[in-house]
């Protein structure tokens, strides 16, 4: 995920000598950096920002997540008592690739080339807005993976898909199930682009089915469990709607 990161920078500054100076475009300067820090800090300290109704959705989202904990087994089960060649090319390669980095970087990518050859200051936005979300997103979820050391499914085989297998600390691979990466990353890049085409509903309804999909494809290739996508789900939405409040908020 880092090395992926990396190449969002490398690809995007070889075409940042065609942005515009329009005051609603968003620039690779010190100021972007630092703002990708500044929002960093942001997410540890979203409850600050959020209001009664944004409170009580976001608890009310985290019980309904934390709930999924329950059916995780069965889940999971379901999905390898149905396995498919053709599902299984179409996850592997038609929509875990969105949650990698591999397919929604050169999106991101096309955007931005969009928006400063077409001065198009909604593409600017959401490539520069995506890129922020895709790192943001893509690092923070690392630390639950090695503060909860959660087993993947399929090192559970043997113990009957048992979800609640944890070794904090542990350094092991097969253990960085919760939460999954490439759902937070798909979920925040979706909320951005919903977010700035919020007047035209199918974009985020696309935006959103692709993202479902990446979750859906890290449960039928038993990389992860319901609740980790769940949560992955979760933290990548709300890490795009902290990025992109936090934008608007500077331009007022």
Not at 60 to 85: C, E, I, K, M, Y
Request: net charge positive.
């Amino acid at each position: 995920m880092a090395r992926v990161s990396i190449v969002v920078l490398l690809c995007t500054l070889t075409i940042a000598s065609n942005a515009q100076n329009d005051s609603n475009y968003i620039h690779f300067n010190k100021r972007y950096f630092k703002s990708l820090l500044l929002d960093t800090k942001d997410v540890f300290l979203f409850p600050k920002y959020l209001d009664k109704k944004d409170a009580l959705i976001a608890t009310g989202a985290t019980l309904l997540a934390t709930a999924t904990f329950a059916v995780d087994r069965n889940w999971a089960l379901l999905l390898q008592s149905n396995q498919h060649p053709d599902l299984h090319n179409i996850s592997k390669y038609g929509l875990e690739p969105f949650g990698s980095g591999y397919y929604s970087v050169p999106v991101l990518v096309v955007f931005y080339a969009h928006g400063a050859l077409a001065h198009n200051s909604h593409s600017n936005r959401i490539a520069m807005l995506g890129i922020k979300a895709f790192m943001i997103s893509g690092a923070l979820a690392q630390i639950p993976k090695f503060v909860a050391q959660r087993e993947r499914p399929q090192s559970t085989i043997n113990e009957n898909y048992n979800p609640f297998l944890f070794h904090p600390f542990s350094h092991k691979q097969k253990h960085h199930s919760f939460y999954s990466g490439h759902t937070t990353t798909a979920f925040a890049v979706a909320g951005i682009i919903a977010q700035e085409y919020k007047h035209k509903w199918w974009v985020g309804a696309v935006s959103y089915t692709v993202a479902s999909g990446v979750a859906l494809s890290r449960n039928y290739d038993n990389k992860h469990w319901l609740s980790d996508v769940a949560f992955g789900a979760l933290t990548g939405y709300g890490i795009s709607r902290l990025i992109y409040m936090r934008q608007n908020h500077k331009r007022k």
